[in-house]
C-alpha cells in the first residue's frame, strides 16, 4: 500500500505562481509514474500532467502546457507541479495520483493506483 501527500495549495492572484508537492510513501515510489489531476465543483476529474518514473518524460493537459512544469525528485520520494501565470479557471483541488506503469499518457483517473488526499488552489481574478 502506498501513501501520497499533497501539500503547497493556497489563495492566490491570477498571474501569481504556486509550488504544489506530492511525498510519496516507501522505497516503490521510483517506480510509479505520477500524474497531477484536479477537480472544480461541479466538473470531472480532469488529467493536468504526468511524469515517468525517472523523470525524463513528462505529459500534459494542452489547458496548462506553456505555465505548468512537472518534476520529480526520487531521492526525496517527491514530485512538484510548478504552477506558473495561474488564471481563475485553475482554481480546483489538485490531487496527485501514481501507477506502476510505464506511460505517461494515461489521462483516465480509474487507471491509477494511489491517490493523495488533495490539496486546494483558489485563484482570484
Known amino acids: 500500500q502506498a501513501e501520497l501527500v499533497e501539500s503547497g495549495g493556497g489563495l492566490v492572484q491570477a498571474g501569481d505562481s504556486l509550488r504544489l508537492a506530492c511525498e510519496g510513501s516507501?522505497?516503490?515510489?521510483?517506480?510509479?509514474?505520477v500524474a497531477w489531476f484536479r477537480q472544480a465543483p461541479g466538473n470531472e476529474r480532469d488529467f493536468v500532467a504526468a511524469?515517468?518514473?525517472?523523470?525524463?518524460?513528462?505529459f500534459y493537459a494542452d489547458s496548462v502546457k506553456g505555465r505548468f512544469t512537472i518534476s520529480r525528485d526520487n531521492a526525496k520520494n517527491t514530485v512538484y507541479l510548478q504552477m506558473n501565470s495561474l488564471k481563475s479557471e485553475d482554481t480546483a483541488i489538485y490531487y496527485c495520483?501514481?501507477?506502476?506503469?510505464?506511460?505517461?499518457?494515461?489521462?483516465?483517473?480509474?487507471?491509477?493506483?494511489?491517490w493523495g488526499q488533495g490539496t486546494q488552489v483558489t485563484v482570484l481574478s
Open positions: 516507501g522505497r516503490a515510489f521510483s517506480t510509479w509514474s
Open positions: 511524469v515517468n518514473r525517472v523523470g525524463a518524460v513528462t
Open positions: 495520483a501514481a501507477r506502476n506503469g510505464y506511460s505517461v499518457q494515461i489521462v483516465i483517473p480509474d487507471l491509477y493506483d494511489y
